[in-house]
Structure formats: structure tokens, C-alpha cells
């Protein structure tokens, strides 16, 4: 070997040891809202090494599967909800179509019994010169008992369908159909029946302001872009302030993205499982026994692998919180995220599956 060929090949060398080093803090670091909404190259938190892990659901109660009542879910009403909320176009926190989406939803859930919360709080976007007032929604049945659930969803839409591949669409009319507003639209039938599921924990439905209220995604390693989540931030961090003064505690919780597609497959998300094993197990165990089949007892791929999503906040202020997701849904972040892809044959399976799980509450 020759000096010169020796003198590249040390080159070489130091220019991937200083790749490596500035590479390595980045990733290792980073915040999950400074990154994108999967995390392939995320390890998972082991259960012993995280106290988000401790699921209080418990696996002694994840081995049993009693029959329920059935409700008649009526999953054609509920897209008939979906449409209607897409009808009033794009719902970004703090527009006048989230405002209408608002006054549409409070209404509809009083109506059907609910003692409706609107838990307002001010957030400021890193890329927006001035803060809004989000809102979340919360939506009580049984509010005077003391062992509580969460069913949620976000009910925000972004604003710019940033998977269209051309740049000139991104800023076009975007409705984001099952992204959200199939959790929402799901809620809203379920309300109709809320009275007559016998269950002895009160039921939350939680609707979470700015989990899309994004502009700039940033570069990852190079800039960083906007938060993801503000909504179940400031729900799960008010929560875990007020848990000693407060006459209730949440048992467990559910969340509700990008479900409601035809052919959807519902593997398990690996924080979910990583978090609350037990939940996960009891649900999962509960969609084999009603016959749900896009529920999978299985570790998700591709993009579904590990998904930063609102369970997250929930479970790190120790509610065992579990994600019910197809992130590999094609149309995600595109303009053709629209009411027609939506199925109502699987919003109802879905809902055989948790109104059974609410069942089980005694």
C-alpha cells in the first residue's frame, strides 16, 4: 500500500469518526415531537426500564373475556358524522371551522346526556409568531364515579397535506377524513348509546386540540421543526399535577387514529405494548373473541412499528394508554384522506370490540 493511498484511507477514517459524533448525540436525544409521527429507528422502552411501562390495568385482568351486550352501533350514522364534520372544511386549532366543529360537538354530546368540559390553555407554535387558544374536549358519562376510562381521539386537522407530492397541493382544502375525524365521528355514535352499556367505570371521550398543528416539520438533525401534541400534553401533564386532590382516577384509556378505512389492519403498536401489555392483551383478546378481524395480535411493520402519537402523554402520566392505528394507511397527510374511504362495516367492528371492553368494567 502506498503513502498516498494510506493517507486517503486515514481521511476516510477521521471523516467518519466526526460524522459519527455529530450524528450520534442527535439521534440519541432527540425529542419524539421534534421528529416525525413514526419512529422506525426508535427502541422501544422496555417495561422494566421505564416507569411509563408500570400498566395499572394489570395482566390478571387481561386473561378474561366475558360475552357483553350488544349495542347496535350504527356504523352508516356514524360516516354520516364523518361527513358532516368534513363538510365544514379544514378544522385547524384556533380557525373558525375548528370554532364550528366545537359548538357542533358540545351540542351533540349534551344532547345525548354528557357533562361536556372545555379545558382551555394558550399554545404558541415554534414557527408562528403569535400563541391560540386550544381546547379539548371532554365529553363525562357517569361523572360522579370514581374508577374513570378515556376513550380519544384528536379532532384538529392540519394545516397542509404534507405527503402530496407535489408542493403546490400541500396548502390546498384538507379535511384529513380518518385521520381524526373518524375517532370523533366514531364518538358521536357512540354517544347514542352510552346509556344503555352496562359499565361500572365512568367513561371519558377526550377530544385533543393541536395533535396536527404543525407548519414547518423541520429537518431532522439539521433544523428542528414544529411540536406535535399539545393537547394531550396539557390534558396528561393537568392530570398528573391535580391526581393527589382529585376524587377520580383513569384506570386505562384508548385511543382512536386512522382506524376506520376498509382492509384496515389493527397490529399492535409497540409503545402501547411497551406501556400497557395487559391492556393491549385484554383488548386485543377481546377483538378475537366478537370475530374483529382487522384487529391483529401482532407486532405492526413498516411505518405502523412504533407510533409517537397522543398515548403517548397519557401513559407517562400513568394512565396505561393504548394507540388503535393503521399507520400505513396510504392516504395519510393527503388530499384524498376524504369521507368515501372510510367504511362503516369497520367503524362498527371497532365498536364491538371496545363496548364489549367496556363491559368488563365492574
Not at 498516498?4 to 460524522?19: D, E, N, S
Not at 373558525?96 to 351540542?107: E, S
Not at 398543528?213 to 429537518?219: A, K, L, N, S, T
Not at 403498536?269 to 385484554?282: D, H, I, K, N
Request: proline fraction near 6%; include cysteine.
Amino acid at each position: 500500500m502506498g503513502r498516498t493511498t494510506r493517507w486517503i484511507l486515514v481521511g476516510i477514517a477521521v471523516m467518519a469518526l466526526v460524522v459519527g459524533l455529530v450524528w450520534q448525540p442527535w439521534t440519541a436525544t432527540a425529542e419524539p415531537q421534534q421528529r416525525d409521527r413514526f419512529a422506525d429507528d426508535r427502541p422501544v422502552p422496555s417495561s422494566e426500564s421505564s416507569p411509563m411501562s408500570r400498566d395499572q390495568f394489570g395482566q390478571d385482568r387481561a386473561g378474561t373475556v366475558a360475552p357483553g351486550k350488544a349495542i347496535p352501533f350504527d356504523g352508516k350514522r356514524s360516516l354520516q358524522y364523518l361527513t358532516e364534520l368534513c363538510d365544514i372544511g379544514p378544522r385547524v386549532s384556533g380557525t373558525a371551522g375548528m370554532a364550528k366543529q366545537q359548538k357542533r360537538l358540545v351540542d351533540h354530546f349534551e344532547k345525548h346526556g354528557a357533562k361536556v368540559t372545555r379545558q382551555e390553555f394558550p399554545a404558541r407554535q415554534r414557527s408562528q409568531k403569535d400563541a391560540v387558544t386550544m381546547t379539548n374536549l371532554i365529553a363525562s358519562w357517569h361523572p360522579d364515579r370514581k374508577q374513570r376510562i378515556i376513550l380519544c381521539s384528536h379532532y384538529d386537522t392540519r394545516p397542509a397535506a404534507d405527503q402530496e407530492p407535489n408542493r403546490r397541493d400541500w396548502h390546498k382544502p384538507f379535511v384529513s377524513a380518518n385521520d381524526g375525524t373518524s375517532g370523533v365521528a366514531f364518538l358521536m355514535e357512540l354517544a347514542h348509546h352510552m346509556a344503555d352499556i352496562p359499565t361500572g367505570a365512568g367513561v371519558d371521550f377526550v377530544l385533543f386540540d393541536g395533535e396536527e398543528y404543525i407548519f414547518d416539520p423541520g429537518v431532522p438533525g439539521i433544523r428542528e421543526g414544529d411540536k406535535y401534541f399539545f393537547g394531550s400534553e396539557h390534558f396528561a401533564q393537568d392530570y398528573a399535577k391535580q391526581r393527589g386532590q382529585l376524587p377520580y382516577r383513569y384506570e386505562a384509556a384508548v385511543l382512536l387514529d386512522l382506524f376506520a378505512h376498509a382492509d384496515a389492519r389493527l397490529a399492535v403498536e409497540g409503545y402501547s405494548f411497551a406501556f400497557a401489555p395487559g391492556l393491549v392483551t385484554q383488548i386485543w383478546k377481546i377483538a378475537e373473541s366478537v370475530g374483529a378481524k382487522s384487529f391483529r395480535f401482532e407486532r405492526g411493520f413498516g411505518r405502523s412499528l412504533d407510533v409517537l402519537d397522543d398515548h403517548v402523554a397519557l401513559n407517562r402520566a400513568g394512565i396505561p394508554a393504548v394507540d388503535i392505528i393503521d399507520f400505513d394507511y396510504e392516504h395519510w397527510h393527503r388530499l384524498s384522506d376524504t369521507p368515501e374511504k372510510c367504511s362503516p362495516q369497520q367503524m362498527a367492528e371497532v365498536a364491538k370490540v371496545i363496548t364489549t371492553w367496556l363491559q368488563g368494567w365492574k
